[in-house]
C-alpha cells in the first residue's frame, strides 16, 4: 500500500525504488496517513510537510529525481553541503 502512495504523491505514476520506500515511510506515516491512496491531497500534503520531512527522505526524493535540491533547500530549508 505505501508504495501505491507514495506513488500518488509522486507527480508521475513511475515506480519507486525500495530505497524511495523505506526512506519516506515514517514521513508519509507521521505526516499524511490520512490521504488514502487516490486522494489527490496527498501530493499537496507532502510538499506542505516538506520542511519537517526527514533528511533521509528528502535525500532519497533529490536522488530519484522527485524533488529538485533547490526545491528542497529553497522552500523546505534542507541544506545539502
Known amino acids: 500500500m505505501f508504495g501505491a502512495t507514495l506513488a500518488a504523491f509522486a507527480s508521475s ?3 519507486y ?3 524511495v520506500q523505506g526512506a519516506c515511510r515514517n514521513d508519509y506515516k507521521r505526516f499524511c496517513s490520512a490521504h488514502a491512496i487516490d486522494d ?5 500534503c507532502m510538499d506542505k510537510a516538506g520542511q519537517s520531512l526527514s533528511r533521509h527522505c528528502v535525500a532519497a526524493l533529490i536522488n ?3 524533488v529538485t535540491k533547490t ?3 529553497q522552500r523546505w530549508g534542507h541544506s545539502f553541503d
Not at 489527490?40 to 499537496?44: Q, S, Y
Request: no cysteine; glycine share 18%.
Open 13 to 15: 505514476a513511475l515506480a
Open 17 to 19: 525504488s525500495g530505497t
Open 40 to 44: 489527490p491531497g496527498l501530493r499537496r
Open 64 to 66: 530519484s529525481g522527485e
Open 71 to 73: 526545491r528542497a533547500t
